[in-house]
Every structure is written in C-alpha cells, then in structure tokens.
RNA sequence: GGGCGAGUGGCGGAACUGGUAUACGCGGUGGACUUAAAAUCCGCUUCCCAAAAGGAUUAUGGGUUCAAAUCCCAUCUCGCCCACCA
C-alpha cells in the first residue's frame, strides 16, 4: 500500500500546472466572469508569513471553487514594491531597492508556487516596475489635468524619523505609522489629490456596499460629513470678519463668545496693546505642543484677545478668545461659544466666568440635573424664534442668516484631500517639472516613464527634500524646449496600489494603462480579501474609481462588490507575531516538515471563522494532516483502513454524500470555510465506517479539491474523473421515517420515529407521537392545555398542566 | 466620552430564518494492533450523581414566547474604531 507523500505529490502537481499554464484567464464573451483577488502584498525581506497565506488561501478557495463551476475566473497576482522598508533596508546595507525587491519577488513568487496557488502568472507585475509606474505617472496626470492634482502650501505632517510627509491616514495617534515616531507639523508645498471632490459621493454609496459593517463605519466616520451652517461674526471696531461653522444655528442667541484657535490667522490682529504679550505667549506655547500632548491636558486654557465679536443675532458685544480646543484643522479654526448647551464651551465658561445664556429648554419629560443641555428642546431666549423646535429653528436661522448676507448653509468633512508627496526616493517620481520661475508643467505624457534613476546614497539631506535633489543631472530636462527641473518628491505608495486592480485584466498593455474593453469585462473585482487597510486603501481605489469613471474609462463606479475582511494569525499565545519576539511561523518549515501545502492551507482556512482572529495551534495543524490522509488512504488505501468498494448502492454513503455536497457547496457560498471542512470530515468519517463507492470518492475529492488541490488532482485521477463540482439531489436528504422531537413543558422529553407520510401532516403527527409510550407517560397524568405540531421543524410542543 | 461588535466545554469553535446546545478539530482518556514505541484503527470526553433515571448549563439578572445561545431591557467583561470635530 502507497503512503500520503505530500511533498511527492505537490512537486508533481505544481509542475504540471506551470507546464499547462492551467490558470491563464481569457475573456470569454457569454461565459460569467469572476475576478478575485487579494490586495497585493509588500515582499518583504522576510517572506511570506503564515498571515499572508491564510489571506492567499481564501482567494484561492473560492477561486478554484467558481472554476469548478464553470465560471471564467481571473485570479491574478502582484506587488506593491514601492514604500519605505526596501528605501531603509538600502541605507543600510548599501544593496540597491531594485536589487532587494528583486530577490524578495523572487523568493514570494518561489513560495507562492509551492503553495498551489491557482494563479495566472502571465499578469504578474510590481509597481515599481518602469512599465507599471509610468502608467500610474499617466493616471497623475489625468488628475492633474482635470484640477484634482494639485500644489498647495499648508502645514503638514512630518515624520522627522522617516524625513518625510505624511497623509493624515498615515498618522495615527499622532504617531508615524510606519516607524511610531512622534509626527511634527511643517510648513510645506506639497502635491495632493482631490479626493473631497467626491466625499458625497464615496460617502452616500457606501450603505450599498456589500462590506463588512466595521469597514463601512469606519470609512463613514473618517469622511466625517457635518451639515451645519457658516456664520460671519463681525470684529468690533474693524471690518474684519471671522468665519465660524456650527452645526447647532439653532443656538445662535446663546452664542456668549467667540474662540479661535491659536494657528489661526486673525489673532495677530485682534489682540491689542494690553494683550499681545500674554497672546503671542500663549500661541507660541500652543503651537510648539505636539498633538498628542494637546490631545492628554484636556483641562481647558486659552486667553482673551482684548476684541469684541458683534452676535449678529442679539447685536450683543462678545469676547474673542484663543484656545486651543478650537482646532484649526476642522472647520474653519473659530467656533462661536455656547456654553449653555455645548459641553466643552460650558467648561471653557464656567472657568473663565463667561457669560451662559441658556436657549434651548430641556423638554420636562427629562430628568437630568446637568447643567449644559445638548439635547434638542423648545428655544428660549431667542426674539422671534422663541417657541419653536430646536431642530426646526436650525433652517429658519440659516435663511435669516441668508437674508442679511451674514452666515449660509455649510457642509464640511473630517476629511482632507490627499496627501501624495513624499520626500523619499523609492517611489513612483511625480511627472512634474518646473521653469525656472518655479511654475509647474506636467511632463508630456509621450515622456512618461519619468525613470527613477538608480542612485548609490538613498539618505535624504535633511531639506525636506528626497535623496533625487541630489542629483542635478536626473533633475535637469527639457519640455516643449524649454529647460526645467524635475519635482524630487515622489508619490504615496497608495497611488500605485489605486488603480492595480485594472491593470491586471490587461496586464501588459503598452500602449495604454488599461483598455476599457478589457476593464469593464472582468472589472469590478467581485470579491477582493485583505485583512488590512480599512480606510486608507480601499477609499482610494474608491476614488479613483469614480474619477476614471467620470472620464469614460471605466463602467462602473465602484471597484469592489464584495470585500472580505480577514482576522490575523496571531502566535500561540495570541500574541502578534513579530520577528523580534521570535513567534514567527514560517510556513515553508510547516510544508517541509513533512505536512505539504495542502495541510497548511486547509488548517488556516479551518482553524475558525475567517474573519476573526485565530492563535496558530501547532498541534491542531496535525488533525487536518490526518483527515487529509483518512482521505488519501480511501482512494489508494487496499482495504486495510478502509470498508473498500461496495458491492451493492450503499444507501447510507449516498444520502451522507448528497448532505456534504449541499453542506460544502452552501458553506461556500457564504465564506464559511471552517464548517465546509467540518463536513468533508463527516463525510470521511462516515466513509471509513461504511461500506463505499468510487463515486462517493470523486464526489470528496472534486469537494476537496479547493481546499487541497494536490491531493484531490492526485484521487481524481487515480479515480479517472474531473473536478466538475458536483451537484446535490433533494430527494436523498428526506428519507421514510424522520425522527420528531417531542417537547414537554419546553423541556426535550422524548424522540419519536414517525413515517414520513405522517410526520408531513400537522394532526397525523401528533397523533403518532400521542402513541409513543415514552410520550404517553409523560401525559398520563396530567391535563394537556395546547400542542403545538410542527411539521417543517419534525417538533411536537405539549404544554400541560 | 461617543459608536460598533463579541462573550457557548480544558482549548479553537458549530448551531445559517427562535425549535434536538456543545457539530468538526485539538487536548485528555480507555481499548485494538505491536516484544515495545511511533503510526494507524475503534470507543468515551459540558457539568453534577457510583451507574441508570434525573437535574443543571450558552458572561450575569430580568422580560417576551408553547419554545431563547439566538429577540428585548439592564449590568459586567473583552475587542475594535472615533474622539476637545464645534
């Protein structure tokens, strides 16, 4: 008798599938398509991580699932090479990025293959590629041609660690995220991307997504839509306004005072001789504190301008004060005060003894002994406006506000637009050069790829600029004749992760970064898996979405149908796993040590839900080997491990068969990976206990075959069969006699076999259950109140008494 | 502080629409095979009781229902996200 020789098998089978090409995807005009893929990860230095092949091997199942049935699947693959590890680990060792990501390519791809991995090699490309950054240059440029690429100079994050600017999605906590350094705020000219162009739109279209709840939550909250209105205040004295955003009009009358933050820019002004000194003081204080320690005193400090706001509703005289509550990222840096009914305001007042005026009463339903009341309510205090609704008063203040041309309807968001410049040099180069008056041009596309020139010292030179500014040669060129000189900053690596998904339904075009006809026939990507970037990422592609749409170059507006989520493999202790700890799981020693791929694959799609988190369990990996064997010994086995070939149809194996098909192929359909394993099993162990056939065997092995697909290649042929996933016939499932449970009083008292025929009809069954001795003790002595028969259910309730 | 989600054996988890709680796997344990071990195969394994009968049990306390892990309310715990956002 053979032995289960994983290795042996795997080997045989991925040389095949490299020799046959068996996973290149065609366009099949009439055949539905299915497109599936992963985001594609970072190659790093250290390879693939038992994470990645958790998230790779749910790709993988469904994709080779869909082909079994007959859909014309595209499951590709790629790298998003570009970002600051390679750049780093360059400074370091002196080996060149290109060189790094080369071998680092080389030893995913070479993994990659020793998983099985039904993917089409012939579309496998990096971003950092030439071919492929030259067309994300292209997408640059149609943004900036369309004004939603574009220069401006502002106050950004900088990470003094990694010497370069940061997206606001790229700091979190106040924190680099990539190297947890504290971020600082810099004046800089930097390029961004207009993505608050369509924050209605990613925002109203995101309930209609077929996402997981968290994700959509937490893309709702960073857009961050506040309606509200905009109020000019007018300074005492001066002609100068201050513009404030509140979403509370409605409280106008009991705005008391006026509070802007201390970066904004008419504090200077307004603070007069009494005051400068304490002002510039207090700002300069402010503004050296990072955010984080803005964000751990929460205890409330500002101090007074010594100028007056006019209430453009009351025409009362209000103090203006700098605090640095009043952020001057958010609206527009100055917030009119209301203490009665805004708790911050309420504690700003109380400490500075500022005036409270309450204008909204609490409804007297409510009980509540707080002082500042930010519920809505009937107003008060509020001339002509007394009596109505809060929420109502809001739009009626805003028109009067519209009618005297001092305040207007106002929508405002969290989010900023994008930041793309980096001052680094592995990334994509911006396609933008500068006259010698400083004006930028876009390089012409017939120039693109702008080439990022190999370069021997990556260190930046503490300029804010990247390490290019140091080579004047790759910087000089010449556009439409004239002599310019290149932008040094390079882009976001998200920009190039925007717009991949296209590029692999046309993977090698050279002529264009994808043809539409191509795109739309794979495109959307109708179920895309990653267990990382929430929000940055997936908004993006989002966007680009909708902008390339808007320029006739996509069908559709939004890139992915279904988005699948998937937890991390933590280490058995259900900690992280990090080199530094040392609990890194290779999953090249799992493979080699004798288990093979089939058996790591198959364990990380069973070790629990996909979607949560699950700790690796070293011995549980060795459960799914020895199902994996149970299933091999079945079809190679001589008898000894098994009942062997049936002589007669076992009817017990065929109705077990048809329950696994129905279970397997449901579990599928709603990613419930963990269970259709739990049932091929059954399956198994229902094999070895019966007598079974050689269909029984083709049925486990086209089920296995997503999960394992060398083993199930190997029994299938063995078997003589193909993989066609098979079907499920219902009338195996009901059988002549069906067990009823017999419920007493809620409690389960008996289970009856009834027939069939019987067991269908409401009155007969609990006619034949009244029968069972069991069922008829219970009874005997007491009166019965109700039954309940349900058939559907095979349930009969007693209630008695 | 606000929002969302989750609490089921020794462990990972199952129970999809309220209807047999604890599938499947790990671990544990008994047996078969073996000189022995490994491998393999066959049992048992939520808890209480010597066994059966029986009882209890899905974080805790209430409620709705003939029937609740599932629905509702409150409390506790954990996780994630947002957070001086006007």
Redesign the pocket.
Known sequence: MSRYEPLKIEAKWQERWETEQSFVAVEKAGVPKMYIAEMFPYPSGAGLHVGHVRNFSIVDCLARFYRQNGLNVLRPFGYDTFGLPAENYAIKTGVSPQEATETNIASFRKQLKRLGYAIDWSREFSTSDPEYYRWTQWCFLQLYKKGLAYQAENYQWWCPVDQTVLANEQV??GRCWRCGSEVEKKKMKQWFFKITEYADELLDEIDALDWP??IK??QK??I?R?E?AEIDFAVDGSKEKIK?????PDTLFGATFL?L?PEHPAVEGLANDDTKQKVDQYRTEAMKKS?IE??E?????GVFTGAHAINPATGEKMQIWV????????????????PAH????F?FATKFELPIRKVVEKPETLVDDEICYTGEGELVNSGNFDGEQSSEAREQIVAWLEQQEVGKKKV?Y?MRDWLISRQRYWGAPIPIAYDKDGKAHAVPEDQLPVILPKIDDYTPDNSGRSALAKHPEWMEVEIDGKKMTRETDTMDGYACSSWYLWRYCDAHNNKKAWSPEKVNYWAPTDVYVGGDH??AHLLYVRFWCKFFADQGLLDFREPVKKLLYNGYINAPDGKKMSKSKGNVIDPLDIIDQGYGADTLRTYEL????YD????W?T??I??????L??CY?LTFGEG??SKGEAQVKAPLTEVARHRTIK?VT??LH?N?F??A???L??F??EL??NPHTSEDLTVLARLLKPFAPHLASEMLEKLGADDVWPEWDEKYLVSDTV?I?V?V?????A?VMVAKEAADDAAQLEEAVRADEKVKAQLEVKQVI?V?A?PK???V???IK
């Open positions: 979190e906590g709840e968290k939550t937490m909250n960073w961050g506040s509200g404030v955003f509140t979403t509370r509070v933050a955010d803005r964000q005193n929460k205890e409330k400090t605090a640095d509550y009043v952020l001057m990222g958010y609206g527009t840096g100055a917030i009119m005060a209301v805004d708790g911050r305001d504690e405002i969290r929430a929000v069973f070790i629990g839900p949560l988190d699950a700790a369990d011995k549980a060795g459960g799914v080997y020895r199902f064997n149970r010994n000894e491990n279970k449901e579990d709603r419930s963990n269970t394993v739990a049932a099993m059954e198994v162990n070895y206990k067990e449970v419920q009083n809620g409690k389960l008292r289970r109700k309940i349900l259910k095979r349930l309730s007693f209630v």
